[in-house]
């Protein structure tokens, strides 16, 4: 079926149908409905959950505000943040985005901003990071499970002081019930995640199950059957790491000698 095809039984233009395909715009109902008809679609469960969905996307997110900021790409992240249930992180770099300090994420984004990239739009940048923890607290807070390696520990971010107030909030941080952080130490050696940083979502239904993976062209997210290869490296990663006492030991071990 072409986008014509579509355009022409919804009356809506060819670039309107392929900004729907993309994700650019959300469906507007009426377009949807048309469009079960149009797919055959009539399972009652399966039309009521992509009605839902429709709805939800033409609700506005505090992010929404900063889509200049943030770019197509990354408006995921939060996004996906605000209704998971559970977000399961593997770290080989850095600090995973939800446990930073401010101090910590200013020294990063300095670190990786484009040339010519101007200080408000860094100021700007961590705001937006900071702003994603507030995920981490309220009445349903999100569950956070992070898994670093201990390199992390070691790699200076910053100065002196900004280490130890990071080391200081991950301690912090791990004693809340929602949140688990876990270390790989060096010695372990070689393990499944070699390919590097991941981040493992838990949705509720009516949204699948999602996982976003850094690559140097950006980031990429994996839904279905791809998935099963993050699982399996994920519980690979829990027979690896230390306990979550241990951790906790290693990372003040790390503060109070750097």
């Not at 700007?124 to 990071?129: A, E, F, P, S």
């Not at 050696?189 to 996982?211: C, I, K």
Request: hydrophobic share 40%; aromatic share 8%; glycine share 6%.
């Amino acid at each position: 079926m072409s986008l014509k095809f579509v355009g022409d039984y919804l009356q809506r233009d060819a670039g309107t149908i392929s900004r729907y395909e993309a994700g650019h715009f959300p469906v507007r109902r009426g377009d949807l409905l048309a469009l079960l008809s149009l797919f055959g679609v009539s399972e009652e469960k399966e039309r009521n959950e992509l009605i839902q969905l429709c709805e939800e996307s033409w609700q506005k997110g505090w992010w929404d505000q900063h889509r200049e900021d943030l770019g197509q790409n990354f408006i995921n992240v939060p996004w996906i943040e605000s209704r998971a249930h559970c977000v399961n992180n593997y770290e080989h770099m850095v600090v995973h985005g939800l446990l930073q300090t401010r101090d910590y994420a200013e020294a990063l984004v300095k670190k990786r901003a484009a040339p010519g990239t101007t200080s408000e739009q860094m100021r700007r940048w961590v705001d937006l990071r900071l702003e994603r923890q507030r995920a981490l607290a309220g009445e349903t807070p999100l569950e956070v499970a992070s898994i670093i390696e201990e390199s992390v520990l070691q790699r200076p971010v910053g100065g002196r002081q900004t280490m130890i107030d990071q080391f200081e909030h991950l301690i912090k941080r791990a004693q809340q019930p929602n949140i688990t952080v876990r270390v790989v130490k060096t010695e372990s050696g070689s393990h499944a995640a070699h390919t590097g940083s991941f981040v493992f979502y838990r949705m509720p239904s009516p949204y699948p199950d999602v996982a976003n993976v850094e690559t140097i062209g950006g980031a990429l997210y994996l839904e279905g059957d791809a998935i099963g290869r993050v699982l399996s490296i994920w519980e690979d990663l829990e027979e690896e790491a230390l306990s979550e006492a241990d951790s906790i030991s290693l990372i003040q071990m790390y503060a109070e000698r750097i």
